[in-house]
């Protein structure tokens, strides 16, 4: 019995070296040397200054912004720090009120507009951090952004579309519009 | 389902099983002695390993020696994991100062990594340094994948011999599945990943100056004006590495706490493909490494067939649910439609990038396998999208299942069948040319039973106390589904969660981590143990009274007694929860 516990200790402890040591350093080696802007987060940079992830999304509550996805992170919404969802069950009262109180703000701020809102605008997304809406989402809000602005309607849409990012190939995933992206393109045509 | 829904599976279908079969006769021949030349290169590496183990790998094991060596093996891994989350604070690595791991929580999350389930009762950011990560959990995500392949290539053995009594060297299939197998495989997928914007660096955690302030969710009364915060903190760390062979090796627990919904884990459409392909690859592949060993290759194709006949099934259930939505969100003025501009559909705890057809794939592929990484949170599914994985991981993990452990599980479940053909026409059931005996029998009854006896026992107990029901984060029908999905994914060694559940308690982490253990050890020796049974049993030639089991009357026979068995056990209990919840929201509205 002995001899096993030894053989199982030795080849644990190798196989740690290889597995967990060898293995991940290797990988973080390699990512730095030659994609260090991916392996790093794809951090956005502004005038010298970090301003965001390309990947993580930001918290928008000014109306003059396009809004992202509500998020379930807390103690702020689009906590980078504890990626986090609802977790809400689909017969949840608690999802319905939140999903109610959603729509009424994106109609408060924007009186004039009676279409129905697209879903991911009024559900909090899986991570916390969706940095993406759908281009639905973003059309919804396009006559709001334009108004509070003082852009013309075509121009905002322009953006849009400029921004709208298709299938992979036609075929996987989905049409998607980077919010923050799109937001800081906004500050920039606006300055 | 949309035309780019049906064009997104099919391709991915298609690649799965191309790849699988050239990847299944590639691992036949590394567990047959037979190593292809493009890898002998690293054999010296490969005796090295033996000869400082002390190793003797050409010496055979008997099936309780393996078993014996398995199981010290899993124990030392259950004590370097558990003694690294208690110690990280005085450890390096560990720039944000995490602090040690509360004692209930480390023994879940040990159990969970050394039994390939990874339920995580954690949120990785806030909890596990980046030396616990590395040396801790992906670690135990290489050799517990591993050790599940080794099982199941002693139980191919079983099949392919005759008269003997070893089954093979524990250490030699251990080895042998982590150096030509995973470690190639996961060190080209974490590569491509960080291209696709995985993060792999040891930096400490980034504060970046957001564009407008976020508002704290719930503020004092008396603060004026409301507080706000003008900073994001992005959490870092080596995450690409361990999300390769965490896909890979049908592992599934994630570096972040949302898992494989977190942009940092899984950022792009692309990412995603390959994410998914991996969780499926190897336990497909394996189908085809069983029919090269027992030199049956049809048999290999016959079982491959049963898992994508009843993957298809759930797949279209779970795609059809998801993109009808809620129809109570719908009544709100909501736009779940389908459409060029948007997936629709319930998209409450799913990514835009994802949307729906994406999402219910991962979701079926990750519960038909023991992976249990999510990209999308099932608690917020609808009641029949959700009782697709649930139901999944209850017919018992065999439906492609982990990497090994699916393939024994449902050779297991292969065993039943021809035993139940053999009852119908009254002969002594025969597979591969060994007589099927009353020991055989008996020990598949044990893999077929526990699982339920942990699923629906821990269930019970965990709403009979108070500490049990506290846990429920949805009312109604959704809390009772969210504990049995908890014991489910716990006993069939999956780690998905419907994670609104509060598990992370002295009560659940203990009940769960010991159906962890239970539902992976007490299933291995078992299977072992008919492995060791049949190697010693003579091969007898088929004669006029044997059931063929590679033809389509097999597959279907094999279908019919992996859903029975699964109906007859859990659909009383499916009743009450996503099925009681589907109706009570049709009748709503």
């Known amino acids: ?191 | 389902m949309t035309a780019n829904g049906l064009l997104q599976i099919g391709f991915y279908l298609v690649v799965l099983l191309l790849l699988a079969r050239p990847l299944g006769n590639y691992m036949a021949r590394i567990y047959s002695d037979e190593l292809p030349a493009f890898v002998r290169w690293a054999m010296p590496a490969e005796k090295l390993f033996y000869r400082l183990c002390r190793v003797d790998a050409g010496q055979e094991m008997r099936w309780t020696e393996y078993a014996r060596a398995l199981l010290w093996f899993s124990l030392a891994g259950f004590v370097a994991v558990y003694a690294l989350q208690r110690l990280q604070g005085w450890l390096p690595l560990n720039p944000q100062r995490l602090g040690a791991v509360a004692p209930d929580s480390a023994f879940n999350t040990a159990v969970s990594f050394v039994s390939n389930t990874n339920w995580q009762g954690y949120g990785g950011e806030t909890t596990m340094s980046y030396l616990t990560q590395m040396v801790g959990l992906t670690v135990q995500n290489f050799v517990s994948a591993a050790a599940g392949m080794a099982v199941a290539v002693a139980l191919i053995r079983g099949f392919a011999r005759h008269t003997t009594e070893t089954i093979g060297n524990f250490w030699v299939d251990l080895t042998r599945s982590i150096l030509y197998v995973l470690l190639p495989l996961s060190l080209l997928l974490a590569l491509v990943l960080v291209g696709q914007g995985v993060i792999q660096n040891l930096s400490p955690y980034r504060t970046v100056t957001t564009i407008q302030a976020a508002d704290y969710k719930s503020t004092p009364h008396d603060a004026a004006p409301a507080p706000t915060e003008s900073t994001q903190l992005l959490a870092m760390g080596p995450a690409a590495s361990q999300i390769a062979i965490k896909q890979l090796g049908t592992n599934g627990g994630g570096f972040f706490n949302v898992n494989s919904a977190h942009p940092f884990e899984n950022p792009t459409p692309l990412s995603n493909f390959l994410e998914l392909l991996a969780i499926l690859l190897i336990p497909a592949a394996f189908c085809h490494t069983f029919g090269a060993m027992v030199g049956e290759r049809r048999q290999g194709r016959v079982i491959l067939a049963a898992m994508v006949i009843i993957f298809i099934g759930f797949l279209a259930l779970a795609e059809y649910a998801e993109q009808r939505g809620n129809p109570a969100i719908a009544a709100l003025g909501v736009d779940q439609a389908a459409s060029a501009e948007q997936a629709g559909g319930n998209m409450e705890g799913k990514e835009v990038r994802f949307g729906i057809v994406d999402s219910a794939l991962w979701a079926t592929a990750t519960a038909a396998t023991s992976n249990g990484s999510v990209n999308s949170m099932h608690d917020s599914y609808t009641p029949l999208g959700g009782l697709v994985p649930l139901a999944l991981i209850q017919l018992g993990e065999v439906v492609f299942g982990g990497v090994g452990c699916g393939l024994y599980g449902m050779l297991v479940f292969v065993l039943v069948a021809v035993f139940i053909a053999g009852l119908m026409i009254g002969r002594t059931p025969e597979y591969l040319g060994k007589k099927i005996e009353a020991f055989d029998i008996k020990m598949a009854a044990l893999v077929i039973l526990i699982p339920p006896l942990l699923i629906l026992g821990g269930t019970a107990l965990a709403l009979l106390a108070d500490a049990g029901r506290a846990g429920i984060a949805n009312p109604g029908a959704h809390g009772l589904s969210e504990i049995l999905y908890a014991f489910s994914s716990a006993a069939g060694n999956n780690g998905s969660a419907f994670a609104g559940l509060g598990a992370d308690t002295r009560y659940y982490n203990t009940l769960l981590g010991i159906a962890m253990f239970i539902g992976r050890f007490w299933l291995i020796v078992p299977v072992l143990a008919i492995a060791g049974s049949l190697a010693g049993k003579k091969r007898i030639p088929a004669g006029a009274g044997t059931l063929p089991t590679d033809t389509p009357l097999f597959v279907a026979l094999l279908i019919a007694v992996v859903l029975l068995v699964g109906a007859l056990t859990f659909v009383p209990a499916l009743a009450l929860g996503p099925i009681a919840e589907q109706l009570a929201m049709l009748g709503v509205h």
């Open chain 1, 1 to 191: 019995m002995w001899k096993e516990i030894r053989t199982a200790l030795i080849s644990f402890a190798l196989l740690t070296l290889l597995t967990g040591v060898a293995y991940p350093l290797l990988v973080t080696a390699v990512a730095q040397l030659t994609m260090p802007d991916q392996a790093d987060g794809s951090l956005i940079r502004q005038h010298g200054h970090l301003v965001g992830s390309a990947l993580i999304g930001q918290s928008f509550t000014d109306p003059k912004y396009f809004w992202g996805r509500p998020s379930a992170t807390t103690p702020t919404p689009y906590d980078a720090g504890a990626s986090a969802a609802s977790n809400m069950g689909p017969t949840n009262p608690a999802l319905l009120a939140a999903v109610k109180a959603r729509v009424a703000a994106l109609r408060k701020a924007d009186p004039d507009n009676h279409a129905p809102v697209p879903v991911d605008l009024v559900t909090a997304s899986a991570s916390g951090l969706d940095p993406d809406i759908t281009p639905a989402a973003a059309y919804y809000q396009t006559a709001r952004v334009a108004r509070l602005r003082g852009l013309p309607p075509a121009t905002v849409r322009r953006l849009v579309a400029q921004y709208t990012k298709p299938r992979l190939f036609g075929l996987f995933g989905e049409p998607r519009v980077n919010v923050l992206q799109l937001n800081l393109a906004l500050d920039a045509l606006s300055r």
